[in-house]
């Protein structure tokens, strides 16, 4: 299994709806979860960070994170052609802080 | 917020050359900087942990002859594809962190797209 794994997509949403991202991860210690954006060829960007079970909004983000079940997802409002990216999902490992495991990412397309 | 400057951005060369990739932490002291190689379509793959002043944690299946870092300053890292073949033309990237900091304060560089012919 996979320790982070995320659809690749391409998940298709018109301009002004709600794109919904899912990432899953296997190490059930985990404690610090990332989403990332990168545009192609470019480097990742931060997006949103969660450390605690639940909801945590900034803008037109929305990260949730339910460590019973292993997911976060990230949630963008109003989604935006500049939206259109691969979201990448990053978990830090109990074993190992320090590290970032990444998953493949979720290419992101969103048409006027 | 805090810059890591990467080089070069991009690099072609023929097989069998060395090629050296600069990361340099531009505002801010970093004692820990990670080396990613990311192919098409493909997640960012953790190369190596490097630490100033001291040798380079190499992560599983990742040749530590092949690919030479050094840590030698605060503010300077660098990864040297020693012998290059045309697989290992990829997208690297490094990243950075100031002592103490946890990972929402991780900076990445742009990225180095290598071509090996």
């Known amino acids: 299994q996979k320790e982070v794994e995320q659809n690749s997509g391409p998940l298709s949403v018109p301009e002004g709806a709600i794109a919904s991202l899912n990432c899953t991860y296997s190490d059930r210690g985990s404690q610090s979860f990332f989403w990332y954006r990168q545009y192609s060829g470019k480097s990742p960007e931060l997006i949103m960070f969660?450390?605690?079970?639940g909801d945590k909004e900034d803008g037109r983000f929305t990260a949730q994170l339910n460590k019973a079940s292993q997911y976060v997802s990230l949630l963008i409002r109003d989604s935006q052609p500049s939206d259109s990216a691969t979201y990448l999902c990053a978990v830090n490992l109990l074993y190992n802080t320090d590290k970032l495991i990444f998953g493949t990412g979720t290419r992101l397309q969103v048409f006027p | 917020g805090a810059v890591v400057s990467q080089h070069p951005s991009r690099v072609i060369c023929k097989s069998g050359t060395s090629v050296k990739i600069e990361c340099r932490s531009l505002d801010f002291q970093a004692t820990t900087m990670f080396w990613y190689r990311q192919f098409p379509k493909k997640s960012l793959m953790l190369m190596a942990t490097s630490n100033e002043g001291s040798k380079a944690t190499y992560e599983q299946g990742v040749e530590k002859d092949k690919f030479l870092i050094n840590h030698a300053s605060l503010t300077l890292s660098t990864l040297t594809v020693t012998s290059a073949h045309p697989e290992d033309s990829s997208f690297y990237i490094c990243?950075?962190?100031?002592?103490?900091?946890?990972?929402?304060?991780?900076?990445f560089g742009s990225g180095t797209q290598l071509s090996v012919l």
């Open positions: 990243s950075a962190r100031a002592p103490g900091a946890t990972n929402e304060k991780l900076f």
């Open positions: 969660i450390y605690s079970n």
